[in-house]
């Protein structure tokens, strides 16, 4: 029997700062098998402006920074999840996406961290959470191997682990190329796994179960028909317990044997797809996202020809799909201090030819 692969229900924000709901969806959580339950410590303005634009819900259209504003809560909120969450007897494993959220993790006793593909490049996020002590989950969607290796050679290589994922809602399983997770593995010298955002319950997990993955997360709720932002792709608890059993087969079972019994009930062809070549490259369902979904330097507010620079009137964010990207994170701490020389419109991205 190979190492237990260990399986985490990214709960995220499902419970919408219910507490009973967050209670019901651990518990529950907790009856399909999975080993840790991990949500998301959401504060809007470490994240998007305030401008980036609407998404789609049940509901109509609504404000991006407006659902994360709602998703707020104070430390203690936080603290009440994870003590629920270590009673049930999962592990708890959380998302911070800036500094402060950071902090209120630390603060709270969390061990691990883990951090979301969008915020792979966001280095002062990455150099914070390394000094904790914890171990850290690097999710490495709408990336490249070099954007991996300065993550890795900021954090360090100790206590981290890399999970595969593609950037999209819902993920095509066809293009998920699952011998990157033993090419991660070996290239990196880290424990790899994947994070499935695919509505399948069963062939991403399996295979990379069947791959070596040691880590396989996936999206959980108690109803695809609630109104949480990642709902409608996420599994509920008997697509989930589906899962589960599945992952656990596969990791009892060779490689050959797993993919007999998955063709069974999918083609040839798709399994072929799915695990791909190994070759490392952006998903087609990801080539309108690169330096979109990821971090880049954000005006806070409208900025004047003459204005300096400073932590207060710009902010690595998410561009998204409205704002225009500006300079990466890489040089965040070189160009504060420096003089815009263009005017630069409230949200938008700071680019070099806009300051001296």
């Not at 994922?165 to 033993?182: D, F, G, Q, R, S």
């Not at 070996?186 to 509505?199: K, L, M, P, Y």
Request: hydrophobic share 35%; with cysteine; proline share 5%.
């Amino acid at each position: 029997m190979n190492q237990k692969t260990y399986i985490i229900a990214e709960i995220g924000t499902a419970h919408q700062g219910d507490m009973n709901k967050a209670e019901e969806l651990i518990r529950v959580a907790a009856e399909t098998g999975a080993d840790c339950a991990k949500f998301q410590v959401v504060f809007a303005d470490e994240i998007i402006h305030r401008n980036t634009g609407s998404v789609p819900l049940p509901g109509g259209d609504t404000p991006l920074y407006e659902v994360f504003k709602k998703l707020e809560q104070h430390e203690s909120f936080y603290r009440e999840l994870k003590n629920l969450t270590e009673k049930s007897g999962l592990d708890f494993l959380a998302s911070p996406f800036g500094l402060k959220s950071a902090v209120i993790l630390k603060n709270i006793g969390s061990t691990q961290y883990k951090i979301a593909s969008p915020e792979l490049n966001h280095y002062p996020l990455l150099e914070k959470v390394s000094t904790f002590g914890g171990k850290i989950i690097l999710s490495t969607g709408v990336s490249t191997l070099g954007d991996i290796e300065l993550a890795l050679n900021i954090t360090g290589r100790k206590d981290v682990s890399l999970l595969h994922c593609i950037t999209a809602y819902p993920a095509p399983p066809e293009e998920y190329n699952l011998k990157l997770i033993p090419l991660y593995s070996q290239i990196f010298g880290v424990q790899a796994g994947v994070s499935d955002h695919s509505t399948d319950p069963v062939l991403v997990p399996a295979l990379a179960t069947a791959l070596g993955a040691s880590i396989i997360e996936k999206h959980f709720t108690l109803s695809n028909e609630t109104d949480g932002l990642d709902d409608p792709i996420a599994l509920a608890p008997e697509a989930f317990s589906t899962m589960v059993k599945a992952v656990r087969d596969a990791q009892n079972h060779s490689f050959e044997k797993t993919v007999k019994e998955l063709s069974k009930s999918y083609e040839r062809d798709m399994i072929s797809a799915v695990i791909g070549s190994g070759e490392k490259k952006l998903a087609p369902s990801e080539w309108d996202n690169y330096e979109r979904t990821n971090r880049s330097l954000h005006a806070l507010t409208a900025l004047k020809p003459g204005t300096e620079l400073t932590e207060k009137n710009c902010a690595l964010l998410r561009t998204e799909k409205i704002l225009r990207p500006g300079i990466s994170p890489l040089f965040y701490k070189e160009v504060l201090g420096k003089t815009v020389k263009e005017k630069i419109p409230d949200g938008e991205g700071i680019r070099w030819q806009d300051i001296l």
